[in-house]
């Protein structure tokens, strides 16, 4: 028993020290050198341009604001930056109009930013900073969020059907009503995360940490759940019953709500 409350307690310091090194090195990000802004005269709109990245806006009388990364022949794919999605969103009715899928944003800082409805499916959010960040209704499949940070995250209701989340930090994270089939969740933080009415069937959850996660009304159904950790997770007795002999670590310590 000792040793096995120790190890949740080592693992919670160790993701609590990962998200101090996240926002120390997304402060001296953010302080990198700016870039001059350009006119788009058909859009009648202004965009960034800097060494990391060339901006390309959709045509007038679109239905959606589109972003483009051109990268020179003789150049890097540069990830865009916090800056660059600033403007895009300066530039777009409503925020379910933006789309950004498949492009590198990798280690991107969009903490608290307003972004319902965006079209992210097949983005590179690997390491990215989404604490905080509304991506409710979201599409985000496919997408890579490896180690991301996604501490009190919106994404209820959004489709993060086979996206990547390998030790993503999702705590107090809200994926109510969240499409998480086939999704890789392996090794995820999701301590008191809301996870009810999601969808996990087909996931990995392989060493996911649950703890304290309300999972009432979840689907999982094929989902790989070995060394899933449970304790004080929130679900009903017949949803209990479902997860016997599914290999997972203190499902007796779950708590049942009647």
Known sequence: ?????????????ANVYLVIA???????CSHGPGGHSKANHHLGISY????????????????????????????RN???TRADIEKLLQGVESTDKVDLSGQNLRGIDLSELDLVGANLSYANLMAANLSETNLSKANLVGTNLCGANLIAINLSEANLSEADLIGANCVVANLSAANLSRANLSRALLLMANLREATLENANLSGAYMCRANILDATFENASMSGVMLKDAYLYETEKTSLIDRGIIDLEKVKIVW
């Open 1 to 13: 028993m000792f040793h096995r409350d120790a190890s949740e307690i080592i693992l919670i310091f």
């Open 22 to 28: 996240y926002r120390i090195r997304y402060t001296v």
């Open 48 to 75: 960034a341009s800097n060494t990391r990245s060339n901006i390309i806006l959709s045509a007038e009388g679109a239905t959606s604001l589109n972003l483009e990364t051109y990268t020179p022949t003789n150049s």
């Open 78 to 80: 540069q990830p865009l």
